[in-house]
């Protein structure tokens, strides 16, 4: 009986917490301002800001492979951002309390050295925890040129 009671407690304390009213304009407005704030802390490598939006136990996933925050915070020295701007914001709402936040990132960076893709298709996961809106997830898929505009492809027409 007791499990019973626990698990019916539960159940409706998650669907309680699921039916507030959620304000979706503002928290959007938010997180663009927290996913703007990641990229300015990747170009200055602050640590600092950097983990006060990112949870402890996320990852990443881009071209290099699946990357815990440790891990990011090592590459993040090496992470050289000249320049950088996110456009084309679009929002899949899971429930109240998590999102995708989808947009395009445009700018000019290295890695070691090396130059990383300029244009990249991003996603985050936003998860409110505790009031608070922290990343969870986020990747990162280079951009492909669109066959038809190629100058081969106009060359045929």
């Not at 996320?58 to 815990?68: C, Y």
């Not at 244009?119 to 969870?136: E, L, P």
């Amino acid at each position: 009986m007791k499990r019973v009671l626990f698990a019916a407690t539960v159940a409706l304390s998650c669907t309680t917490a699921n039916a507030q009213t959620v304000d979706r304009a503002a928290v959007q407005k938010t997180i663009i301002a927290n996913e703007n704030a990641v990229s300015a802390a990747f170009m200055k490598a602050d640590l600092k800001t950097f983990h006060s939006l990112v949870a402890a136990e996320g990852l990443a996933l881009d071209g290099m492979g699946v990357s815990k925050v440790a891990d990011i915070d090592k590459m993040m020295v090496d992470i050289k951002v000249q320049s950088q701007a996110n456009s084309e914001d679009q929002f899949v709402w899971l429930d109240n309390a998590n999102v995708v936040h989808i947009y395009r990132w445009k700018g000019k960076s290295t890695y070691k050295g090396q130059p990383m893709p300029g244009d990249v298709w991003s996603s985050s996961v936003w998860t409110n925890k505790g009031g608070k809106w922290t990343a969870m997830f986020h990747q990162e898929t280079a951009t492909m040129p669109d066959p038809a505009a190629t100058p081969a492809a106009r060359a045929k027409k």
